[in-house]
């Protein structure tokens, strides 16, 4: 078995040996460092190098948000996975384009978040269900100050619709079953997707979608 270790970041102890006592009923999910701030949780990845990172938004000293942009610049594979227990579109929004790859509230059960951690550490990216409404709210919100790019090639009709039902949250597979295609025929509309719109992730596919007002 595949052990996936953790580094956990909450600012509450009682929140954080509740989480290590829940994840360690799950045999293939190991908490290998806990941090109580954003600034202890950068040192603690630095020195155990986790499979994943699983931080609290609102910390004091550095938040969730603040260390997972420090992560993007020294280490941008880092897989990161916040928790919060406020529905804000605004940090999710925020989280998106820091480039993190999951997003919860903490009254998830403890098997969707060990689903989530699992899908997080094997590559993939878990969007909220209905992302693309909530981008289309926030991004009204905020500054758009990431690069505008013209598309090297246009996106076909089939591209856009596999686009759409990722922005709602879809896996490969949820998408081919809606599509009446294959899974890997997905995972190669996918690629091409990626390659066009010139990124490395689902979540930033969608947000550079909907800036170019391909959604």
Do not use: W, Y
Request: glycine fraction near 6%.
């Amino acid at each position: 078995m595949n052990v996936i270790r953790l580094v956990l970041a909450d600012d509450h102890a009682l929140v954080r040996q509740g989480l290590r006592s829940l994840l360690e009923l799950t045999p293939d999910l190991r908490v290998v460092g806990e941090a109580a701030d954003g600034e202890e949780a950068l040192r603690k990845v630095a020195e155990l190098n986790p499979d994943v990172v699983l931080m609290d938004v609102r910390m004091p000293r550095m938040t969730g948000l603040e260390a997972l942009r420090a992560l993007r610049r020294t280490d941008p594979e880092r897989r990161v996975v916040l928790l919060t227990t406020f529905d804000e579109d605004t940090a999710l929004i925020e989280a998106l384009r820091a480039g993190v790859q999951g997003f919860l509230l903490k009254d998830v059960s403890l098997e969707e978040l060990a689903e989530a951690i699992r899908r997080v550490a094997s590559g993939q990216t878990l969007l909220p269900p209905g992302i693309a409404e909530r981008v289309a709210r926030g991004m009204a919100e905020l500054p758009r100050d990431f690069p505008h790019a013209d598309l090297p090639e246009g996106l076909t009709r089939r591209e856009v619709e596999v686009l759409r039902l990722i922005a709602r949250g879809l896996s490969n597979r949820e998408i081919a079953d809606a599509l009446g295609t294959a899974e890997g025929t997905v995972k190669n509309q996918t690629s091409s997707i990626l390659s066009k719109l010139g990124v490395r992730d689902r979540t930033r596919a969608v947000l550079r979608a909907m800036e170019l007002g391909c959604l």
